[in-house]
């Protein structure tokens, strides 16, 4: 089989898991419904105010909620030895490595089309700058969130405490993505500044980082 | 090893006696800062030796990911280690100098929030070693180690687009430029000393890390040779 079938065998695989017990998608969707609610109460915004704020909250929101499903990719693939069968079998370890991305990155993107109409009442969002910069800016720096996001969940399943493990891990790596993300978001929702550079960052830091899982997921996934 | 290590341990301590010397006594004072300016010898050592030492994890990560010796494994981890208390020092070092001369402890600039998230990075990797189980801790390790370098040079970027307040590099720069022939001397001293001093730390903590790698494969063999039994 080749790398495509494997890949795109293993994320049909996924995705039917997903169709069929919705975990990820339910847990992620209440916990960033439990994010919004909690920022909304911490900071009361005004109008003027939340366009400045809301391109914080929507990342950090959109940020806890995935860690919540990236905790669960590898965790079922352990129980059964799956992993281990994996290993052992001849299908490249990429291939696995680009279904868990491709399946997390879908059920991140279709959280935040479920959320965003959430946001825009609960914040009473109105876009000044051109709304297909936010499309952009939310497809790259997903991306951005889940491809490490993928891997270093990868890495933590193997630690004690695993679940705590994901955020150290993530968070402190994601720092000039998020950065990125808020301010091209803000400067999109305010339309005081060109998120030009953001959006350049952010394709800059995918492609680079994407690299990166590409050429070590294979000795993490191997590693003894 | 025990031999070199009684030798280097005194010399370096006499280095460091002589360069405080030399940075709090003999170096002139600053004309505008004054006497806090002398932080400085710390200072800019300190980062320079942290940087040294993210490099060498580096290094010996991708080293280990490729060759698997269990002795680059042990330079990356004394390294990084070392690294991230020489960068706690520049960190600590920092406000103690911006207080008084910029007003401020701390700014969101490019320079010192690229450094702390360097920390931060850092401090991650060692939580990741301490909790790495068994014999995947090194693989893992190291991969996070070739992440974390690579988000360096992207975090200066992002963050370089805010406004700037620390200093550009005082040496090598425009007209204006430059210390003062005494206070260079002074600090060039320092720098080498902190140097001396750096590598010092992560050859002990290597020969440290080792050890406890031979213990542990020592403990292995006992305990296969129980099962045996």
């Known amino acids: 089989m080749s790398t495509l079938g494997v890949t795109g065998a293993s994320l049909v695989k996924d995705l039917r898991m997903e169709w069929r017990s919705k975990d990820a998608i339910n847990s992620m969707l209440f916990f960033s419904l439990l994010v919004v609610v909690i920022f909304s109460f911490a900071f009361n915004p005004t109008a003027e105010e939340s366009r400045r704020i809301a391109g914080g909250l929507i990342w950090v929101a959109f940020l806890f909620a995935a860690v919540v499903a990236l905790n669960q990719t590898w965790a079922r693939e ?9 290993r052992v079998s001849p299908a490249p370890p990429n291939a696995l490595f680009l279904a868990k991305t491709v399946g997390n990155f879908l059920f991140v993107v279709v959280l935040e089309i479920l959320m965003a109409p959430l946001f825009v009442v609960f914040y009473e969002l109105r876009s000044v700058g051109p709304v297909w910069q936010l499309l952009v800016v939310a497809l790259l720096g997903t991306w951005a969130l889940v491809v490490n996001g993928t891997f270093f969940a990868g890495l933590s399943i193997r630690t004690r405490n695993r679940e705590i493990m994901l955020p150290l891990l993530l968070f402190p790596i994601t720092i000039p993505a998020l950065l990125a993300m808020v301010d091209a978001t803000t400067s999109v929702l305010t339309g005081e500044a060109s998120p030009d550079f953001w959006i350049k960052l952010l394709a800059v830091y995918d492609i680079v980082f994407t690299a990166l899982c590409l050429l070590l997921f294979e000795s993490v996934l191997n590693a003894e | 090893m025990k031999k070199l290590a009684l030798i280097s341990v005194p010399i370096t301590v006499a280095l460091l006696a002589y360069t405080s010397y030399l940075a709090l006594i003999v170096a002139p004072t600053e004309q505008t800062m004054g006497d806090v300016q002398r932080i400085f010898y710390y200072h800019v050592p300190s980062g320079w030796v942290a940087g040294l030492c993210f490099f060498i994890n580096f290094v010996a990560s991708a080293l280990y990911l490729w060759k698997r010796s269990p002795a680059s494994d042990a330079l990356a981890a004394a390294s990084a280690e070392v690294g991230v208390v020489f960068c706690a020092v520049l960190l600590i070092t920092g406000p103690l100098w911006a207080r008084p001369v910029w007003g ?6 490019a320079r010192l929030t690229t450094t702390l998230v360097l920390w931060l990075i850092y401090v991650s990797y060692l939580v990741l070693r301490r909790f790495a189980a068994g014999g995947q801790t090194q693989v893992l390790a190291a991969a996070f180690a070739i992440f974390g370098f690579a988000d360096v040079p992207i975090v200066y970027m992002s963050i ?9 590099p005082v ?21 080498v000393a902190f140097t001396v001093l750096g590598i010092l730390f992560v050859w002990l903590r290597y020969q440290l890390q080792m050890q406890e790698q031979a213990l542990e494969s020592a403990h292995a063999q006992l305990a296969l040779k129980g099962v045996s039994r």
């Open chain 1, 78 to 86: 352990l129980r059964n030895q799956v992993l281990d069968a994996y």
């Open chain 2, 104 to 109: 401020i402890w701390w700014t969101w600039d």
């Open chain 2, 171 to 191: 040496m090598g720069g425009g007209e204006n430029s430059g210390l003062a022939p005494a206070m260079l001397h002074v600090f060039l001293i320092n720098l």
């Open chain 2, 160 to 168: 370089r687009w805010f406004r700037t307040q620390h200093p550009s």
